[in-house]
């Protein structure tokens, strides 16, 4: 195969998923209908794992005489609750690829190698791409400037960053790190990519003003995703990518995140009322005709890059975490 010819059919990352296969008495479900069930099982119970620490949080703050009627309408509070609360799912996805999978963490794309630039390289690009999608929907009219936020706190402001790069890994990790290469053992790489994205898309259907272009454009979303992980060999810059995406729209921007409301944030964007085709409505820009665009160059341009070289069993386990 040339390798500098486009891989539109993602034939080079399969060598990662055949080594997958390679793991001596692996598990990895065959039936696509009993994994999937497996998998939204395994989100409900993480909800509901979530939702109990929750309660026993917020007891705890009654007891530290900190009332729910505060913490619960204040956003800050009530977006840490939430984000410090997906390490939740973390250890529950890594629980599924051992003891249900059984296989190593390396086959979740979670590799030491080149992490730090790879993470460096997720940032750039995710803020890059949010930025974007802001100056398009500006100049369409579908946003409006209102200035810069004062009076911020910065431990706040470092504890919501920290928070965002805690669930941005923690949604990557279960949809692409476990569903997709979960998929990807026993079917094609490219049915895989699309099976973690649709699934990806549908975890935000209760969000606020959930629509069908929302639907498209989170799918887009995990699409990009999902070939950065390829592409890279990492899981790393997806991770990234999605955190900072997150943070820049939420506590940069000052923007719905998936319809869900943020507190602090740098700049003040609100939406117009008008050209919501452009700029998402209630949902937020994700549900925009400018986050469409700006995806769909995203993953053209990943599936014409090169692909690194990570596919051989000695790069995987020596540097797997």
């Known amino acids: 195969m040339n390798p500098m010819k486009p891989d539109w059919k993602l034939q080079k990352a399969a060598p990662d998923f055949e080594l ?23 989100i409900f119970v993480t909800i509901a794992a979530e939702f109990a620490c929750s309660f026993v949080a917020g007891i705890g703050l009654q007891f530290a005489g900190i009332p729910a009627s505060e913490w619960k309408e ?163 810059g997806a991770a990234a990518m999605h955190s900072i995406w997150n943070w820049a729209q939420g506590n940069f921007f000052g923007m719905q995140v998936s319809g869900i409301g943020t507190g602090s944030t740098v700049l003040n964007f609100s939406q117009t009322g008008k050209a919501a085709w452009l700029g998402g409505g209630t949902f937020g820009l994700e549900a925009g005709a400018a986050t469409t665009a700006v995806l769909i160059i995203a993953a053209v341009i990943l599936l014409l890059i090169p692909q690194r070289s990570l596919q051989n069993e000695e790069e995987h386990t020596n540097g797997a975490i």
């Not at 997958?20 to 395994?42: D, M, S």
């Not at 400037?145 to 923690?170: D, Y």
């Not at 003003?209 to 699409?223: K, P, Q, R, T």
């Open 74 to 236: 204040n956003a800050d509070a009530g977006l840490l609750l939430q984000q410090f609360l997906t390490p939740v799912c973390i250890v529950m996805t890594f629980v599924c690829c051992r003891c249900i999978d059984n296989r190593p963490f390396r086959t979740m794309y979670l590799t030491r190698r080149k992490l730090l630039p790879d993470y460096l390289g997720g940032t750039l690009l995710g803020f890059a791409m949010m930025s974007m999608i802001v100056l398009a929907a500006w100049a369409g009219g579908a946003l409006k400037f209102e200035g810069t936020a004062a009076g911020n706190s910065p431990v706040i402001m470092a504890l919501l960053f920290l928070g965002w790069m805690i669930q941005g890994f923690s949604e990557e990790l279960t949809c692409r790190g476990w569903l997709m290469t979960s998929v990807g053992t026993h079917h094609s790489v490219w049915f895989a990519v699309i099976v973690s994205a649709v699934n990806f898309a549908l975890l935000h259907f209760s969000n606020n003003g959930f629509s069908a272009f929302a639907v498209v454009n989170l799918f887009l979303f995990g699409i990009v995703a999902a070939l950065y992980v390829l592409k890279t060999g990492s899981l790393w």
């Open 20 to 42: 997958i296969r390679a793991v001596p008495e692996n598990r990895v479900c065959k039936n696509l209908f009993l994994l999937l069930l497996i998998f939204w099982v395994y």
